[in-house]
């Protein structure tokens, strides 16, 4: 756990989920020019500050708006389990933060407007986030922009007590009590794993989306925090029958948490071999959707789940095959460095058998 209440996932995960400076960020130069600043005649001037703005999360600031924009793309970077797009010419930044205490991710936009002859406000929104971990975040960027310089924080816009929000149940998602008793055998608990994951797998194939989400999101938490459930042959049956829909599914949010379940089942593996007969084509299809903000994680498991698969010389020489092979090597050059390295050892794995 770490300061921004956030749960590190294990082992192989933490390279997708965790953050390296330059990795993460625009693909499009951040809509900036070649140093870095949007040339004159394509920058829209600032707009002023509008009557309502979220004065908790908005300060004032006497840089330029192209230097303070600059700098938050480069604090953003460092910040774990951020992935963010700068709009230099519209002069704001979206952006989402990934909870990975319970799976939730937090979109975000900064916005830049004119506040004063020599002074330009900069306005943070949450976008429908998690409420702890955005406020978190944002006192973070201001600590880290202050440090950089002295005139990118003047002063927050509001000096008054923040109103109360309602603040959405961050506590670890809750699993069946067995699991805390120790007295407790150890095949109970199993079989008490065995129905939740049941009932999970049937709300993640019905028709409601957050069900579907809530559901997937359970059973991610199950699958990371207890191995055992990856490992026998009723989990993997379960898992996978449920990564069948989900790795298809039009929404983004159930793809990434199926995603995250893959990964994890690709770490065991009794359960490779199920992957390559049945989720090949899905994981064909994730890898190879159009780029967006929403998706960049989803890809990068992807990448990762296909670099654990072909560490064992029977499934390189499966994805050997050009359906497969063709889609890997679009991506042996691409943009983002850790799903690239993930395709380099995947297809370093091909070639080796």
Known sequence: MDSWGKQVLPTKLDSSLGFAPSVYGSTDNFGFGSFGVPAVETCRALEPTPVYITKNSSFVSASSHLDLLRDLSAVFMKVPNVDHDLKGRKNKIKGILRC??????????????????????????NRGGCVVAFGNFYRYVLTELSQMCTTHVLRRASCQTPLESPMRNLAALPLPPELEDPAETEEKKRASMLALCQKLS????????????????????????????????????????????????????????????????????????????????????????????DNRASKRYVAEAFSLLSSQPQHARKLKEDQYHNTLKKYAVYHDCLLQQSIATTLQHIEAS
């Open 100 to 125: 990975t205490s319970n799976l939730n991710s937090c979109p975000f936009v900064v916005k830049v407007f004119t506040h004063s002859q020599s002074e330009i406000l900069v306005e943070f929104q």
């Open 202 to 293: 049937e709300d993640a194939s019905g028709n409601m989306v957050d069900m579907q989400r809530e559901a997937l999101r359970t059973l991610a938490k199950i699958i990371t925090e207890c191995d055992a459930m990856g490992g026998c042959p009723e989990g993997r049956k379960l898992f996978l029958s449920v990564l069948t829909n989900a790795l298809l599914s039009q929404d983004g949010v159930v793809v990434e948490h199926a995603c995250v379940i893959l990964v994890k089942l690709c770490t065991t593996v009794a359960a490779r071999e199920d992957v390559c007969t049945q989720l090949l084509s899905s994981l064909c299809s994730v890898l190879d959707s159009p780029g967006s903000l």
